[in-house]
Nanobody, 119 residues
């Protein structure tokens, strides 16, 4: 089992910045992918950014040029640097990790952290 703990959410004004962090712990075999998703009430959870181990990051079109995903593999940590934030970025942000275990790949989710962009 992999546990994910997120931090860094909060209230920010339009145009401001936030950094989210997610630390993976527990029985980790081989992390294949780390990413961030977000969800607003009544909508499906959507991919914000993700990066496979050894791969290039990918981003939703709505955040390209504003958000940056980064990883510290030694610390099993993934970050989401959010700049030039907009009210439409308001959502609960979830960390996701895909771990390659003995009997297949497993996807794990964090508890979510609220991000609110408002003046």
């Amino acid at each position: 089992q992999v546990q994910l703990v997120e931090s860094g959410g909060g209230l920010v004004q339009p145009g401001g910045s936030l950094r989210l962090s997610c630390v993976a712990s527990g029985t980790i075999f081989s992390i294949r992918n780390m990413g961030w998703y977000r969800q607003t009430p009544g909508k499906q959870r959507e991919l914000v950014a993700a990066q496979a181990t050894g791969g290039k990051p990918s981003y939703a079109d709505s955040v390209k040029g504003r958000f940056t995903i980064s990883r510290d593999n030694a610390k099993n940590t993934v970050y989401l640097h959010m700049n030039s934030m907009k009210p439409e970025d308001t959502a609960v942000y979830y960390c996701n990790v895909v771990d390659g275990e003995l009997d297949g790949e497993y996807s794990y989710w964090g508890q979510g952290t609220q991000v609110t962009v408002s003046s």
